[in-house]
């Protein structure tokens, strides 16, 4: 069965907009007092390009703001980078990014759009990184809540709506200097301290800040929706250990303040295990969750896996996973429902759902929108059976540098080109008529309902 989806099929509240991450779309990486960033490092090596310019967004901000005006959008989820914001990462504060930031959010809020703000989108400082080997030092935690509370402070009077990490745990996972999978304990280990700095800056927000500016204070979460490969019990059991993994690391200690009984049972001692005071601050430290969602995996058990000398999150979790890309969109449901079955519920945005095509791919881009289609109707499926979802962000509003070379975004952004000119693509056609409310565009509304 086909349908046409528009906006008006969502509650009049329901929040539609698009993202762009700091190291991503701003460019002037050592401009005006910011410092580098592993994350920057990595961004750069990965996509072959220099990040000294990037697509330029620090310095055409006001015209991107336009572009979000001219789509329809009710909001923009951006990152602060803590670099450019605090350059040594503690300290002083840097006048100049203090003022790219407050330009940036007065210009969304004089053009009507909703402020959404992530605290650290993978890009720790590297003054931070060298001092106690990033965010394996417990240190970490009490340099991160300072950092929250600069921010705090000096935006929570227009910005309502706070992500304190983007993909938690990605981030606890990935070795920026590398490329690659964290060994041992580490991972465990940087996702305890993620978790302790986002309690702890969600307890500040609400003991200092919460009555005056009335904003809520979530958590980002790399979320796929995983699926046994077969019929097959094992593959079953093995598709609940990586749900444990990957969701449950990071929520049940926000939902139940400890670690699911899996990971303890795979891991041993290397997890560590909190506190009860620190279980105390963690448990219910949201007012959201944030979900980035692309693909389904299916899953399948190996246990061999687990007997490698060297360990990590992946030989723990003992599972193949395989990616189903093409159709992320449909898996949408599922995930929800799991959060609506096992989590009680909570308020979720989705903060990131998007398609990649080649950035040669030029502006006919159906493919992208036959996805955010499918992703859209699954999400409302979902919402019609209970989910508590309150907003959906496309993944990204512009051409952002990709750690894939890839294209995500809505407008074409031409890296050869010495102004970064932004040019509209089919999608950002689709989106623009979709937040109209109009249902038939051109036939591209068009799809299947998962």
Known sequence: ????????????DFIFGSGTSASQVEGATLEDGKTSTAFEAFLSRMSGNDLTKGIEGYKKYKEDVQLMVETGLDAYRFSISWSRLIPEGKGPVNPKGLEYYNNLINELVKNGIQPHVTLLHFDVPDSLMAAYNGLKGHQFVEDFIAYAEVCFKEFGDRVLYWTTFNEANNFATLRLDEGSFSPSSEPYIRAHNI???HASAVKLYREKYKETQHGF????LYASWYFPENDDERHSIATKRAID?????????LIHGKYPDSLKKQIGTRLPSFTEDESKIVKDSYDFIGLNCYVGTSVEDNPSSSDSEVKTLLTDLAAKLSPKGELGGAYMKGLLEYFKRDYGNPPIYIQENGYWTPRD???????????????IASMLNAMRGGSNVKGYFQWSFLDLLEVFKYSYGLYHVDLEDPDR??????????????LKGHAHSNGI??????
Do not use: C
């Open 1 to 12: 069965m086909s349908t046409a989806l528009s906006r008006l099929d969502f509650p009049s």
């Open 217 to 220: 204070v979530g958590l980002n």
């Open 195 to 197: 978790i302790l700095a």
């Open 361 to 375: 791919l030029g502006l006919n881009d159906a493919s992208r929108i036959k996805y955010h289609t499918a992703s």
């Open 245 to 253: 993994f990957t969701i449950g690391w990071i929520m049940d200690p």
């Open 445 to 450: 509304t068009q799809v299947e309902t998962p």
């Open 421 to 434: 000119k932004r040019k509209p693509k089919l999608s950002a056609i689709w989106y623009k008529e979709f």
